[in-house]
């Protein structure tokens, strides 16, 4: 009798949740309804129907009547008895088994790691340029080798003020091979970047140059040989360490976290029987 009444107490909540769920559409007698529209929040962060316009909420319901009606099919078609569905579904299993094994290590450390005050200010003190808030309009042409941005280098420095940022202009859209730089042949513009977001390379060179010139010297990196135009420059700003203090103490912790985490793991890998075979 006991557990007729827990089994019909969990049926009306069933009930009442199914009764409560707002209905978008019906496909062939299944519900479209709020936990379909959960889809919607796996792929587009910050997803919110209520603030659709109704255009939009129409187009996200139709493409939701689309995924019911695929799923009818391949329910039909016994998609899930195939070779294919059942390896992908023991990969989504194992891929679900580890992530949720490594946040449960990563919960224990949590509560094991302690970072302190001091901590932070000897981060913050032996790090005090990552702490200037400063932001910068800038251009940017990317070149295959020294030689060429040397030439660009040298063609440019003849050149001053708005000349100087014609030229540069032009020879980005003609000659720079970067295909986000070159984008809608809009002249190397990078638009506006923060200065702790950037290489520490570009750093030094963007925020060291005067308001309408170029770096004298092309900075190297994977993508090849670059020549920055600065356009304009926020005045530099420190963050105090009481501002910084609570992102410092949570970046040193997750550090830590990370190398527990990994120390773990190289303890697993040595008591485990491990064979790697010839790399082709």
């Known amino acids: 009798m006991k557990k007729f009444v827990i089994s019909s107490i969990v049926a009306g909540l069933l009930c009442a949740t199914m009764a409560n769920a707002e209905v978008y559409a019906t496909v062939d007698g299944q519900k479209v309804t709020d936990k379909d529209m959960e889809f919607f929040k ?28 695929a799923l009818l099919a391949a ?27 490594v946040k449960k290590q990563q919960q224990k450390y949590a509560s094991e790691v302690t970072i302190g005050k001091d901590d932070a200010k000897k981060f913050y003190d032996a790090n005090k340029n990552l702490f200037i808030e400063q932001q910068a309009q800038a251009r940017m042409i990317v070149v295959k080798t020294e030689k ?13 003020g708005e000349a100087l940022l014609k030229a540069f202009i032009e020879t980005a859209n003609k000659k720079s091979i970067d295909p986000g730089v070159q984008k809608s042949q809009n002249g190397g513009d990078l638009g506006t970047v923060n200065r702790n977001q950037m290489l520490p390379q570009f750093t030094e060179a963007v925020f060291s140059l005067k308001p309408g010139s170029i770096t004298t010297e092309p900075i190297q990196t ?15 700003k420190t963050v105090s360490f009481d501002q910084a203090k609570n992102i410092i103490e949570s970046n040193l912790k997750n550090q830590k976290i990370s190398e527990k985490l990994q120390e773990q793991m190289a303890k697993m890998r040595e008591k485990a029987k491990i064979k790697i075979e010839p790399i082709k």
């Open 75 to 101: 329910k039909k078609d016994k998609i899930d008895n195939s070779k294919e569905y059942k390896e992908a579904l023991a990969m989504i299993r194992n891929n679900l088994a580890i992530d949720l094994w």
């Open 42 to 69: 796996q792929v587009i962060p910050g997803f919110d129907f209520d603030k659709l316009s109704k255009q939009d909420k129409e187009a996200a319901i139709n493409q939701l009547i689309e995924r019911k009606l």
């Open 222 to 236: 994977e993508a090849g040989y670059h020549i920055i135009y600065l356009q304009d420059k926020t005045e530099a």
């Open 148 to 160: 060429e941005a040397k030439d660009i280098i040298n063609d440019l420095r003849k050149k001053k």
